[in-house]
């Protein structure tokens, strides 16, 4: 592992300055459960670690004013076994469960699932299904970014050198959702595919959806088109169908370690088909 300088913030005042002065040569840790293994292959090398976990203000789950809101630094245990997390909105909680084993949900961090941008990242389909947003901090201000606008690119995001992901925020969802993956195996595995669904439905109706898939483009991403053909609809089996492949028919899946681009398409559907038979309240034929 190549020599860097470590610094621990004990407050985001403290971590602001730092990255201030030094962020376009910083790596920023939490959990560690991404960056460590990339700083022990060498890929990434930065002149200086900044942990963040030591800030508590960082590290919380609370609801304000119909919003949901949750500290960068709460890992994935945490928001596994939140009671207000598992009421309003469950696929959090199942995405979160669905990472890794005890050990990386007990370490990894909800902002570090997220400012990692992976393409195959569990939790930013959840997420963006549920419109939330993060607040992103520096020493000039704070902003407040959709996360559907956050991803640019695999790796990549709007975040800049000198600020720090703070907090993310969720309106109070409405009707039911849903977390779906798969893997290569049961457990400890990336995602070959996974998708979020929320379905907001008057018996048989759906007045509103919103449908987000991971590992199927260069960037987790919310589906427009396909959530149209839901809208103010009744929901059969048909309709589920045609909704499931106008959003594989968005999507740019690759070939890589993990799965061929074609097995992505098909299983997403797959997928999709079946989280949308779920929050709809229907038993899939």
Partial sequence: MQHFQFYSAKSISDALYFLSE????????????DLIPR????????DFVLNVLEIERLRWITELDHTLRI????????????????RSC?????????????????????????????PAADLAPALLVMDAEVVLMSEKGTRVVALKDFFIGPGRTLLSPDELLVEISIPLPKGKNIFLKL????AMSL??????VCLEMEG??????????????????????AEN?????????????????????????IDDQRAAAWYRRQAGEVLLKRALFQAAGLRAT
Wanted: glycine share 10%; net charge positive; with cysteine.
């Fill in 22 to 33: 030094k962020g376009d040569r910083t790596k920023i840790i939490a959990g560690g459960t």
């Fill in 90 to 118: 469950p696929s959090l909680v199942q995405a979160a469960a669905s990472i890794g084993g005890p050990l990386i949900r007990n370490r990894g961090t909800i902002g570090g699932n997220i400012a990692n941008a992976s």
């Fill in 71 to 86: 500290g960068a630094t709460t890992p994935h245990t945490q928001l596994e076994e939140s009671g207000l997390l598992q």
């Fill in 183 to 186: 893997g290569r195996r049961q």
């Fill in 39 to 46: 700083l022990r292959q060498e890929n990434s090398l930065p």
């Fill in 204 to 225: 048989r109706c759906c007045r509103e959806a919103k449908i987000a898939m991971g590992s199927v483009a260069a960037t987790p991403i919310r589906y427009p088109r």
């Fill in 191 to 196: 995602s070959v595919v996974n998708v979020a």
């Fill in 229 to 253: 053909l839901l809208r103010n609809k009744e929901i059969d089996p048909e309709l589920i169908a045609k909704c499931a492949g106008e959003a594989m028919a968005m999507s740019k899946p």
